[in-house]
């Protein structure tokens, strides 16, 4: 009954949330807890897929799902690790308060199955706290976090990718709002603008999400947009990663995230749209892409018919990519080359038996008219 509660429509962030702090309340050890947690994740992910498969949800509204599923497992957690790390360390009260900003495409609302979660850590210590042990138990937080969600269960792991942070890998894992602001004004590039336009505060303090928000909305939706030069400059990345990225073997024509006219070219024409005009476009201050799309054809700054290809592209791929996920087990950004697999997939499309052709045949068409569209507005614009 509960599986079926909903009419397999994704539930929200803030009734999983409930509901995982009160199961993960019931246990003292923080593994225990956390599989409680992760217990209820694992339903979830079982109902999102059951709406996916039998037509019944939207494929934004299963990204949609699986990335407020995402937003309350890592609320829940969080409360775990913090209570697991202050007893550790005999703390009465925290001596930071801690946020988690959603990034990349959990911040775009736009999750697929077995995605990464990409985010930030951010801290603010608490008045009169030592800054040396603040920094501490918040890397500690963050540290106990990421391991209790990737220890192997009867659900997929859920892997914490802080990798987009400031200085990447070599820079530290948690930062303060104050440092945050310090490296931002200092030295942030036009990418990690770009980077910023997936950020959505979404887990922890809400008064510090409050304050992250603030803090980056004039670097990612500059009030007169990005000079010319950035504009060149975020044109010579997309170059550099069309070149590179791709992975040895891939069949460009078909690669769901980096093939021409997959994912990454709808994004990113949609993002140059957004950090050159956000600033005059309000509707254009959004994570989500198909969001800041309709905006951009309702500001002009698109026609009616290139958005309506860009739409559906991105919306046909997303759900490829769906597909192929949920026929294979794990993710994937390729089409299957095993003739089953590509049956398989066509069937969860809701093409007739003997029809895999005809959906590549409608893929290919999908992401060659995007591409067209993306070769003027990206490129030439």
């Known amino acids: 009954v509960r599986m079926l509660g909903g009419d397999l429509h994704p539930l929200g962030a803030e009734a999983l949330t409930e509901e995982m702090l009160a199961t993960s309340s019931r246990h003292e050890q923080p593994e225990a807890a956390v ?14 897929a059951a709406g996916d498969l039998l037509g019944l949800t939207d494929v934004a509204d ?6 407020r599923l995402t ?10 690790a913090q209570r697991a790390v202050a007893t550790q360390r005999g703390l009465d009260a925290a001596p930071t308060r801690m946020a988690i900003v959603a990034m990349g495409r959990y911040g775009g609302f736009e ?12 801290h603010d210590p608490e008045p009169g706290a030592d800054a040396q042990e603040a920094a501490s138990y918040a890397q500690a937080v963050a540290l106990e976090l990421r391991r209790l969600l990737a220890l192997p269960g009867p659900d997929p792991a859920l892997e914490v990718d802080a990798d987009l942070r400031p200085e990447g890998r070599q820079g530290p894992l948690v930062r303060t709002l104050d440092s945050y602001a310090a490296y931002y ?21 809400r008064e510090l999400l409050g304050r992250f928000a603030e803090l980056i909305d004039p670097l990612r939706y500059p009030p007169d947009g990005i000079s010319a030069d950035d504009v060149l400059e975020v044109r010579r990345v997309k170059a550099r990663v069309d070149e590179e990225r791709l992975p040895r073997g891939a069949d460009p024509h078909t690669h769901l995230k980096l093939g021409r006219g ?3 070219d709808i994004e990113w024409t949609v993002q140059l749209l957004q950090m050159r ?13 198909l969001e800041a799309l309709a905006a951009a054809r309702e500001a002009g ?3 009616e018919d290139d958005a309506a290809v860009l739409q559906q592209a991105w919306r046909r791929v997303s759900r490829v990519r769906n597909a192929v996920t949920l026929v294979r087990g794990k993710p994937s950004d390729e089409l299957p080359r095993d003739i089953r697999e590509r049956a398989a997939v066509a069937a969860v499309l809701g093409y007739p038996p003997g029809s895999s052709d005809a959906m590549v045949n409608d893929q290919l068409r999908y992401t060659r008219l995007a591409r067209a569209v993306v070769e003027r507005v990206f490129w030439e614009t």
Do not use: C, H, M, N
């Open 62 to 67: 299963v990204g949609a799902g699986l990335s």
């Open 71 to 80: 937003d309350a497992t890592l609320e829940a957690t969080l409360a775990v």
């Open 35 to 48: 599989l409680s947690v992760r217990g209820v994740r694992r339903r979830e992910l079982l109902r999102i």
């Open 185 to 205: 004004a200092k030295w942030s590039k036009v990418w990690e603008a770009q980077a910023l336009l997936r950020a959505d505060p979404v887990v922890g303090d």
């Open 277 to 289: 005009y956000a600033g005059a476009v309000p509707g254009l201050r959004t994570s989500r892409t």
């Open 301 to 303: 700054l698109v026609d």
């Open 111 to 122: 999750l697929s199955y077995g995605s990464d979660a990409d985010v930030l850590f951010v």
């Open 262 to 264: 997959g994912l990454a």
